[in-house]
């Protein structure tokens, strides 16, 4: 397989011919939508993608995606793409989902993922509820949110996906909105190519259980003002009229209006993903309403060695050393003796 | 070396280091069983430890034992009773004194034998004679001081001189047995090499000890056990872990995959994993995961990929392991899980050995779960299980559970080492692309194994996954689907029985009683039988290693007995699952539930009396 060839794929050629069985007006139609778009426009051969996923609404995407594909047990997809990750480096890996899949069951997968930096696409659908058990609240959901098992309201602090990521020296953080298709490929396709464990947040309105959760910075009234998309070298720049932007002074990001208070576009900070200290990163990921707009875009991007290079390097570096070869060698190693 | 006044001519010795958790005592024995090994005995070890790293000193909950059985004659237990005991406090003393043979001889470091001490181990002020222990022939040496005297040249800290305690003990026995010290040096050489200040005190005090032994001659006899007649070839010592680790790799090897462990720490498993750990010259990839449901999570991973996975456990262990356990059943890969059973249940005795996971292994997950059981019966056994075990997971497509124990893991025995020409072959069942569409639960006709598509294969692009799934490997809840893949996952488990060898009987193929066992009673119960074979009892054995399929001819070996008992370190999970496979028999049981192997004396014991007395004729 001549892996330089323009592959010349639609995003059809990876709609595979199960029936997608989410709800209509579930945000993750645009999700998969913008997935299959994505493959088509990387030249990676087909057969080299493998769509692991957990258990919940989200998990159910690999079903959909017409490559090599693991619905797994939930809250284990991430121990299972590592294990196919290591077995061969060869493969690009996809995890699918959700915030109780990965926050919850998962939470102890998904840091210990980031931490080792193994080569896989986490893309974790936050809707901020259980949707396939049919409306209970997960680790994301606002504080006091009324559910079928919180029904006198959730008394504990959701976890904020990016803070945890970035915690968990995670090098790749980026968020994007589910019927966004445009901002979704652009952000799948940098995670493909970034090299160890890229962690894509994907706001995702469920229709059914939490239906407009995300409004306050995703419906169309409110997301010019309230969501600043972030790109590597440009300006932090927002608002409708493109007026709004984000400095920081005294250690604390603030937004300010240019042109109030003798602020100029120069005054403005400029995105850098490359940092790697992730001190400004984390607080770009953890902006909130209504003092922040919320973050999309590429976060943070910084290279270190994954985990499966720094493996075969390992195994290079032993190999270069030892004899040991077969099992008949191995056998025969250390101290043996001769009977005659 | 010196001339000695009393030999005495032994076919086989039990001896017995026993000593506080940081006095060595494993390291001694190791040292002491290589050097036997390599001199030609046959031999057989058990490590007994505290669970602790450093238990309380100087009590008997924290005595650390190794013993170690040699012999003239071919070894397949550690021994009942010890012969020679080295205590080298009285709470060893206290821990092992019912475990002594009439006569033995113990020796004792008599400096340990404070009035402190004495009562730390539970004695009021001597232990001999509390433990009526006085007609045992009984060796005080002073060795503390004997240390510090021999090291009394050198620049070293009081702490390392006390350290090299073992050593002189060490050189005592090797001059009871007048043995050579040279396999001791090269490792104490080897061991300390970049320290040669504490390498040489190890070593003056190894000579010291085996001199003082020589010097106090006149008081003890001193013992020859000639060589084992062993067949010809090439030997090493290997234990139950490291022939486990081995005998997969063996497989990986023999199928042309590679290996991939995701394992995580357990005592008295994680032995498996360090070894596979070092093999990354043979390319195998190990991960230590972040808990034990990772480690079954990226060996299916890994599989799903595939390399030859295994993952590593113990009882605990195997319990988180259910769920994913199953979903290996449901995704038919192929998967080792190595189960080195502890005492349970829950932590329960986590160094000590028992064979209480049987039942969890056979049914401890949801759902209709068919899983191939295999079990080792002796340390090196485990080589040929550990293949087996990958060999029947790779060709039928399926998880394989292996069981073996704390006392196969950590028990050693020499072992001919095999060349690997003479393994039997490994097919992989791969799936190749062709005209057409590729079913992901197409079935072999013979075997009802599927195919193996490996990501990364043009043409092959099909999804697995925990729900139940029609032959095209589509997501299906149609009633009669569920019911016929139930079936055939089932069925597909017992047809691996055609591959299964026959039940093996040791003795005659009828008889009076008929010992049944499996896995590691294996050198009790046969040690046992033969005895009692000797003395004229009609009584044979067999010992299982396929628990699940059991053996075509298993109901054609229990015909040919009056009675028959089933032996395990349980409360009886093999005897009752017996009694469901094949209910025409009467079940005699007999259990041990201690954290401890059997004895050739109890099982005796038990048949003598189920046989009342009764022998051949
Ligand atoms: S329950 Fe919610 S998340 Fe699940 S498919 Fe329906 S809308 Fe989507």
């Given at each position: 397989m001549a892996e330089t060839n323009i592959n010349h794929y639609a995003a059809k050629d990876f709609k595979s011919d199960q029936e997608v069985r989410w709800c209509p007006g579930c945000g993750d139609h645009g999700i998969l939508a913008s997935l299959q778009k994505t493959l088509a426009e990387l030249d990676i051969p087909k057969e080299k993608y493998v769509f692991v996923s957990g258990i919940g609404c989200s998990s159910r995407l690999p079903y959909y995606m017409n490559t090599y594909g693991f619905h797994g047990i939930h809250g284990r997809a991430a121990a299972i793409a590592t294990g196919i990750k290591i077995a061969n480096p060869d493969l690009m890996v996809w995890e699918m989902t959700g915030d109780g899949d990965a926050l919850a069951i998962g939470g102890n997968h998904y840091i210990h993922a980031i931490r080792r930096n193994i080569d896989i696409k986490i893309i974790l659908f936050n809707n901020e509820i259980y949707g396939l058990t049919k409306g209970q609240y997960s680790p994301t959901s606002k504080k006091g949110l009324t559910t079928k098992t919180s029904p006198y309201g959730t008394i504990e602090e959701p976890f904020k996906i990016g803070e945890l990521t970035i915690g968990a020296n995670g090098r790749f953080f980026a968020r994007t909105v589910d019927y966004n298709l445009q901002l979704s490929n652009e952000v799948y396709k940098e995670a493909a190519k970034f090299h160890g464990t890229a962690v894509v947040e994907v706001i995702q309105n469920c229709v059914i259980f939490n239906d407009g959760t995300h409004d306050a910075f995703t419906s169309k009234e409110n997301r010019d003002d309230n969501t600043i998309t972030l790109r590597h070298g440009e300006k932090m720049i927002f608002g409708k009229n493109r007026d709004k932007g984000i400095i920081l002074k005294d250690l604390k990001l603030r937004v300010v209006k240019i042109g109030e208070n003798g602020i100029t576009e120069k005054d403005i900070l400029t995105h850098d993903a490359h940092e790697p200290n992730p001190g400004i990163h984390y607080r770009l990921a953890g902006m909130s309403l209504p003092e922040y707009p919320v973050a999309l875009g590429v976060i943070r991007a910084i290279s270190a060695q994954t985990y499966d290079a720094a493996m075969m390097e390992q195994h290079e570096r032993v190999q270069a050393r030892s004899k040991i070869r077969t099992v008949d060698e191995l056998l025969r190693s250390g101290s043996t003796w001769e009977v005659k | 070396m010196g001339k000695r006044s009393k030999v005495i001519e032994k076919d086989a010795v039990v001896i017995r280091f026993s000593g506080d958790s940081g006095d060595g005592m494993q390291l001694t024995g190791t040292l002491f069983s290589n050097t036997s090994a390599l001199f030609g005995h046959d031999i057989s070890t058990f490590p007994d430890y505290p669970a602790e790293i450093r238990a309380p000193q100087g009590t008997v909950g924290g005595v650390s034992g190794f013993q170690v059985h040699i012999g003239h004659k071919l070894i397949n237990t550690p021994g009942d009773f010890t012969d020679i005991l080295v205590a080298m406090n009285p709470a060893a003393i206290r821990a092992n004194a019912r475990w002594l043979r009439k006569g033995s001889t113990i020796i004792y470091d008599s400096d340990n034998f404070t009035e402190k001490s004495i009562q730390r181990a539970g004695y009021k002020a001597d232990p001999f004679a509390e433990d009526k222990l006085?007609?045992?022939?009984l060796i005080a040496a002073p060795i503390s001081t004997l240390v510090k005297e021999a090291l009394k040249d050198m620049e070293i800290d009081p702490k390392t001189v006390l350290r090299t305690k073992n050593m002189f003990a060490l050189g005592m026995v090797y001059w009871l047995f007048d043995s050579k010290l040279k396999y001791t040096e090269d490792f104490i050489e080897e061991k300390f090499g970049k320290k040669p200040l504490v390498a040489e005190a190890n070593s003056k005090v190894l000579r010291a000890g085996y001199y003082y032994g020589e010097t106090i001659e006149a008081l003890t006899p001193s013992y020859r056990v000639d060589p084992a007649p062993i067949r010809k070839g090439t030997y090493r010592n290997i234990n139950g872990n490291q022939a486990t680790a081995w005998g997969v790799l063996a497989a990986a090897e023999k199928a042309g995959l590679k290996l991939f462990i995701g394992s995580y720490p357990i005592t008295p498993a994680t032995g498996v994993l360090e070894e596979l750990a070092l093999r990354k010259d043979m390319g195998v990839k190990s991960l230590q995961a972040e808990d034990e449901i990772a480690g079954i999570c990226t060996s299916i991973g890994a599989s799903f990929a595939g390399r030859m996975a295994v993952t590593s456990t113990s009882g605990p262990g195997l319990a988180l392991k259910s769920e994913a356990l199953n979903l290996a059943v449901m995704t038919e890969l192929p998967l080792v899980v190595i189960d080195v059973q502890r005492g349970g249940p829950s932590t329960g005795l986590p160094t000590k050995t028992e064979q209480s996971d049987l039942w969890q292994a056979l049914y401890g997950r949801n759902g209709e779960s068919p899983v191939p059981v295999i079990a080792a019966g002796t340390p090196s056994d485990c080589f040929w299980f550990g293949f087996e075990a990958a060999k029947i997971a790779v060709e039928h497509m399926t998880p394989v559970i292996l069981l073996t124990d704390s006392y196969l893991a950590n028990g050693s025995e020499p072992w001919r080492i095999p060349s690997t020409k003479d393994l039997p072959p490994i097919t992989v069942p791969y799936a190749v692309k062709t005209d057409k569409e590729f079913l992901a639960y197409e079935r072999d006709p013979v075997t009802l194994a599927r195919k193996w598509a490996i990501p990364g294969t043009p043409g092959l692009e099909h999804r697995v996954g925990g729900l139940e799934k029609t032959v095209k490997g589509s997501v299906s809840y149609t009633p009669e689907n569920h019911e016929y893949m139930v079936k055939i996952r089932d069925e597909k488990v017992e047809r691996i029985v055609k591959e299964v060898p026959d039940l093996k009987v040791l003795g005659k193929k009828t008889g009076d009683l008929l010992v049944i066992g499996w896995g590691s009673s294996y050198g009790h119960i046969t040690t046992a039988v033969t005895e009692l074979q000797q003395e004229g009892y009609a009584v044979s054995a067999a010992v299982f290693n396929y628990i699940r399929p059991l053996p075509k001819n298993t109901a054609k070996v229990f015909a040919g007995f009056d009675k028959l008992v089933v032996c395990e370190l349980n409360t009886g999970q093999f005897a009752n699952y017996l009694r469901m496979k094949h209910q025409k028999y009467t079940y005699n049981q007999y259990n041990k539930i201690q954290g401890l192997p059997f004895t050739v004396k109890e099982i005796k014991d038990y048949c003598v009396k189920l046989l009342k007395g009764k022998k051949n004729g």
């Open positions: - | 006085d007609s045992m022939n």
